[in-house]
């Protein structure tokens, strides 16, 4: 419902918005609109969507999100205007008006929906030309900071995210934030102290020792592709991240009994971590392909165990190589 001193923002040519004040009693606003205020965003229904099968005005997405729905497109339909009684279904294409925090608020529910593409990241990304410029200016900096070892890596790091912020770089500190994945940086925060208990307990010894006993005979190769093997049996069944800040200290400690150096053991200790293919809560990306695509468990077996033996032998036969003993 419209009612007295209602601003509205029009999207119109020359002539059609002459005919409209004419035929009116509106009246044009003499300060400009800033197109930053308000933008277009296009999303999409994902298959799981808690607003399929309602109306517009069933999900309220004016009072919910803040956002108008300006016109909306089904599957493999042309696109149309919006009825209050038009019914979402799944892959429907909605085109939506309204602020950037709206909009963000959006595409938070990554459950609902998926925002696939913003008019406004056009229209900031040609208007932030400098910033952009500068933002890569400080990622250079803070990678030759790091690269070089000028200054402890921690340090580079931050100093580049307090440029970032002080010269504008970040729109927002919120989004910011929301990027962040809390998960991996609790995560390690729980799982450092457990690495300092195993080796305050002796459990650290106790692997490293048990390692040496068997195949340290062999050679330090047998060593090294048996921490291979011990990293890649426990990524499959918990985090990658997890495994490798347990047995870090397995692979330093082994290799300082063994007088060898411990970079090929402790590389040998990331690669395997992080090439968990076998299972679907090895990694939180097999898990959300295994929903999306509908595999099996048996599916990641079959398909993860073969790729897992070939990068094994291939990262055996290179890491001696490029990290020599």
Sequence with gaps: MLEGEDILLIYAEDEALKKLLAETDLELEQQAYQIEQGHLAEVILTP???LLNQTITQVQFREKYGLTVLAMKHQFKEAIKTKANEKLLYGDSILVHGKWKDINLLSAEKNDTVVLKSAAEETDLAHQTNRSLIAGIILIG??????????????SIVIAAVL???????????????SINWQTVILIA??????????NTGGVTFMSE?????LGGVGPIAVLIGLYAITSAFSQFISNTATAVL?????????EQMSVSPVPMVMAVAF???????????????AMVMAA????????VRVGIPLQILIAIVAVLLLPLFFPF
């Design 247 to 255: 047995l870090f200290p397995v692979a330093i400690l082994t290799a």
């Design 272 to 286: 395997s971590a992080s090439m968990a293919f076998a299972t679907p809560v090895a990694t939180p990306p097999n």
């Design 210 to 214: 048990g390692l040496i006993s068997m």
């Design 190 to 199: 729980c799982m450092l102290p457990m690495a300092t208990a195993l080796e």
């Design 164 to 178: 970032m912020i002080f010269t504008g770089c970040v729109r927002q500190t919120d989004q910011a934030y929301s």
């Design 142 to 155: 803070m990678l030759l900071f790091m690269v070089f070892e000028w200054l402890p890596a921690v340090v």
């Design 48 to 50: 799981r969507s808690r």
């Design 293 to 300: 695509g509908k595999y099996t468990f048996l599916d990641f």
